[in-house]
């Protein structure tokens, strides 16, 4: 939550050392459509007559057998020669470019997993690998991948396809976490003071809306905005009642139930059943150890002792994909209780 404004604010704060083009690429469908959009991002960068000279248009303009005007939209009949493409590409940008390069990708996990979806696990993988072996022919380049995803369930899908690659072993995974109390208290009064909102106690109505929602940027936004049109004079006491307002509107403004719907897209029907049960255990407790955490799923499904092994797996994966949280008492809970809260309401 957060990781394109982020991503967005580094682009533009980048200083004259570092080259850097940011690109959405949820849209891209195919490998090819990939390639298009870095065609375009470096082509604009490089000047006509580099244009014009690269290594990438010859290449392309010889395998569609016709010349290329400027915006770049490759025939069907390049798709077979992608890979090639892209590395023409970025030769074209190491032989033009002595600073460091970066690009940042948006929503990379959502690409590859259309892209395994409608042509095959074959093509994704191709993909990171083709990625990855360019990072280390090119020691300028570097690529962030950010998704409101992550890269793991991309990859372990790969994999029981008998994908053994790790094509990300050479870059760093970073979680991006809330706003840390005192800056979600910030966020909040400036807000408030910024749209002019009177406020019995703006103090204490600031800290009321980043606590209400666990100091996530996002939803502190939201909450302001609604209650800019309350038209009243606000106090913290009315907070919480615009939260609950969100949390069971069935027009999901907050986008909530995102994290119930991505269960069934990028889980197995097994990996579904047992995730579904841990996190309706969870929400009705408060935190859980992890023996009668699975006592009370034994209770739900037909899981077996032997099954603990599958249950401990998936508190991993349900951890890397920010459901849960282990604490130091060794107890298993919901990482946001905003979440957790959304979850009772509508899970029961």
């Not at 706003?179 to 909040?188: E, F, R, T, V």
């Not at 969870?282 to 499904?301: G, H, I, Q, S, Y």
Request: hydrophobic share 45%; with cysteine; net charge negative.
């Amino acid at each position: 939550m957060g990781k394109t404004q982020m991503v967005k604010k580094m682009e533009t704060e980048a200083s004259d050392d570092v080259l850097v083009f940011f690109r959405d690429v949820e849209s891209v469908r195919t490998p090819l459509e990939f390639v298009e959009l870095v065609f375009r991002d470096v082509g604009g960068f490089l000047s006509p007559k580099e244009g014009l000279a690269s290594r990438a248009r010859q290449l392309l303009q010889h395998l569609a057998g016709t010349e290329i005007g400027g915006i770049v939209k490759c025939p069907a009949s390049v798709a077979p020669h992608w890979k090639m493409l892209l590395e023409r590409i970025m030769e074209d940008l190491a032989e033009h470019q002595e600073r460091p390069v970066v690009f940042f990708w948006d929503e990379v996990p959502y690409m590859l997993h259309t892209i395994g979806k409608q042509h095959g696990e074959d093509a994704a993988m191709e993909v990171l690998d083709v990625l990855r072996h360019l990072r280390q022919t090119h020691a300028s380049l570097r690529m962030v991948f950010t998704g409101s995803i992550g890269l793991h369930n991309v990859i372990t899908s790969l994999r029981q396809a008998d994908y053994a690659n790790d094509p990300t072993n050479d870059m760093v995974t970073i979680d991006v976490p809330p706003l840390s109390p005192a800056y979600g208290l910030l966020l909040a009064r400036r807000l408030l003071d910024g749209e002019q909102i009177a406020a019995k106690d703006t103090e204490e109505t600031a800290r009321a809306i980043a606590e209400a929602v666990d100091h996530v940027a996002f939803y502190i936004h939201h909450v302001v905005s609604d209650l800019k049109f309350h038209g009243q004079t606000v106090q913290a006491g009315i907070v919480d009642a615009f939260v609950t307002q969100r949390l069971t509107d069935p027009q999901d403004p907050w986008h909530l139930a995102h994290y119930r719907d991505r269960i069934d897209r990028y889980y197995t029907p097994m990996q579904q059943r047992l995730a579904l049960a841990l996190l309706d255990v969870l929400a009705a407790d408060e935190r859980l150890l992890f023996e009668p955490l699975f006592n009370r799923v034994k209770a739900r499904l037909a899981v077996t002792d032997e099954g603990s092994e599958a249950m401990r797996a998936m508190l991993r994966l349900l951890q890397r994909d920010h459901y849960i949280e282990l604490g130091p008492d060794k107890a298993y809970r919901f990482r946001f209780p905003l979440i957790r809260r959304w979850w009772q309401l509508h899970r029961g």
